[in-house]
């Protein structure tokens, strides 16, 4: 019994000195929180909410005013015997492309030669009725005759002329080589004839040359038919092109495709730009950026306060007199020096005017 008390005791006593270790806590610190020590020395800047115009972007190339288009084509077929441009050359009006051997014009010119002998014997035969009439000594139907037999040939000989002109023959100088002239002045663009090749009648071959006037050209786009909303005619549009890196070509939209692709449900969409100096070429890559007149609301900031990093963009918005908290936004274009923020802000929050300069000064202090 006396053993029991004492072991009892000694128990007792070692629970009174045991002591248990306090739990330790985890002090997290939170990277994207940081305290500058001079804040009044960073300008501050509210998210403001501001109706601004849609942007909305589709590829599209460069190509010829169809209306200032001109496919040249020879009535007459043959061979070609000189080629004197080439694809890309700009013409005059009036202005020798190649040069043809052709029966068809020998042709019509031996036809006109016939008709212009028949007139003249017919001309001679009417005047001779005519002295004979005036004498008593030839029939007034024989007269009439006569000269029904003249305003045949007379009219058989300008059918003749004006086929002769058409294939591209001169009545004044019989030859059978057609001189293709250029009927406006313009540019090359399209070539399908060479150097001594035949040329077939109109039925079976396709224009020669395709001459164009590229003082203005065409902006052709593919929009698709979830964005067709968004464009309207008379929407400005701002154009660039691989050739002319930060150069920006300022046009409008001047129609709209009524009809859609059906392989790719997208409409062509056209703009049209001046080019005065030449230097938009069809067939060059073009990236449209269109804004519509309609605006809608958005929140912005100065492009400053957004600083890219880590290919995110990021903003410091204060948290209280000198803690800043680094944020994570989506950022969309850029207007007139304002960046647009679609995601991570909300109108009033302050963020710093200048990030980058921000982000530099927080490393300094944290060294």
């Known amino acids: 019994m006396l053993l029991c008390l004492l072991l009892l005791a000694a128990?007792?006593?070692?629970?009174?000195?045991?002591?248990?270790?306090?739990?330790?806590?985890?002090?997290?610190?939170?990277?994207?929180?940081?305290?500058?020590?001079?804040?009044?020395?960073f300008q501050m800047v509210k998210v403001e909410s501001r109706e601004l115009p849609s942007e909305m972007s589709a590829n599209g190339n460069i190509q010829p005013d169809v209306s200032k288009t001109i496919h040249v084509t020879s009535q007459g077929?043959?061979?070609?015997?000189?080629?004197?441009?080439?694809?890309?050359?700009?013409?005059?009006?009036?202005?020798?492309?190649?040069?043809?051997?052709?029966?068809?014009?020998?042709?019509?010119?031996?036809?006109y030669q016939k008709a212009s002998a028949d007139e003249a014997l017919a001309a001679k035969a009417l005047d001779r009725a005519q002295t004979l009439y005036s004498h008593g000594a030839f029939a007034q139907?024989?007269?009439?005759?006569a000269e029904d037999a003249a305003a045949k040939a007379k009219s058989d000989q300008k059918t003749a002329e004006s086929r002769l002109r058409v294939i591209g023959g001169d009545p004044a100088h019989p030859s059978n080589m057609i001189e293709l002239r250029a009927p406006v002045a313009g540019t090359i663009v399209e070539q399908n004839v060479a150097g001594f090749e035949g040329i077939k009648s109109l039925d079976n071959t396709p224009n020669l040359f395709t001459i164009a006037d590229l003082s203005d050209v065409w902006v052709v786009c593919d929009?698709?038919?979830n964005d067709l909303g968004n464009v309207r005619v008379g929407d400005p549009a701002?154009?660039?092109?691989?050739?002319?890196?930060?150069?920006?070509?300022?046009?409008?939209?001047?129609?709209?495709?009524?009809?859609?692709d059906p392989?790719?449900?997208s409409a062509k969409v056209r703009i049209v730009l001046a080019n005065r100096d030449g230097s938009l070429r069809p067939g060059m890559y073009a990236i449209a950026t269109f804004r519509s007149k309609r605006g809608k609301p958005a929140l912005v900031v100065p492009a400053t306060a957004v600083m890219r990093l880590q290919d995110k963009d990021w903003m410091f918005r204060k948290e209280s007199v000198n803690s800043f908290r680094r944020v994570q936004v989506q950022a969309s274009g850029q207007l007139d020096g304002m960046q647009q923020i679609s995601q991570g802000a909300k109108p009033g929050?302050?963020?710093?005017?200048?990030?980058?300069?921000f982000s530099a000064a927080a490393s300094e202090q944290g060294k």
């Open 349 to 357: 929050d302050e963020v710093v005017a200048n990030a980058l300069a």
């Open 141 to 145: 139907k024989d007269l009439e005759i």
């Open 77 to 111: 077929s043959g061979r070609v015997v000189e080629l004197r441009v080439r694809l890309g050359d700009y013409v005059k009006r009036g202005q020798v492309l190649l040069v043809i051997s052709s029966p068809d014009l020998a042709a019509a010119q031996g036809e």
């Open 238 to 260: 701002e154009i660039r092109l691989n050739a002319f890196t930060g150069r920006v070509f300022k046009g409008k939209v001047s129609d709209i495709s009524r009809v859609l």
């Open 263 to 265: 392989s790719t449900r």
């Open 223 to 225: 929009v698709y038919e």
């Open 11 to 41: 128990t007792f006593a070692c629970s009174n000195h045991t002591k248990v270790a306090p739990a330790k806590r985890e002090v997290t610190v939170d990277p994207n929180l940081l305290t500058i020590e001079h804040p009044e020395m």
